[in-house]
């Protein structure tokens, strides 16, 4: 089984800044597109950031210009720097790969289980 696992989330200031890594380990055949999630109490989870393969990073509007995703496929791992944070990115941070395993054809969304993050001052 494919498994995804997130680091690096913690409290920090408005303004402040944070690195979110979500590595994936398994029975990988390829890695497709990545994405980072988010989601607050009492709230639906929301796309933040998605790299399709081959294709240009998408950010939603709330952090374009402040969020950037990247990604090292020799390590299987998907990064995501976020600064001049603000209470309101206060959330659960997930990150979803597309992956195809080697005991499976088509390809499926995984799911890590998530880092908090918390801005306050």
């Given at each position: 089984?494919?498994?995804l ?8 200031q ?52 402040r ?15 976020m ?12 990150c ?11 390809p ?11 801005v306050?001052?």
């Open positions: 089984q494919v498994q696992v997130e680091s690096g989330g913690g409290l920090v408005p303004g402040g800044s944070l690195r979110l890594s979500c590595a994936a380990s398994g029975n990988i055949f390829r890695l497709n597109s990545m994405g980072w999630y988010r989601q607050a109490p009492g709230k639906e989870r929301e796309l933040v950031a998605t790299m399709p393969t081959g294709g240009s990073t998408y950010y939603t509007n709330s952090a374009k210009g969020f950037t995703a990247y990604r090292d496929d020799a390590e299987n791992t998907l990064y995501l720097q600064n001049s944070l603000k209470p309101e990115d206060t959330a659960v941070y997930y979803k790969a597309n992956i195809r395993t080697f005991l499976r054809t088509e499926y969304d995984y799911w890590g289980q998530g880092t908090q993050v918390t306050s001052s």
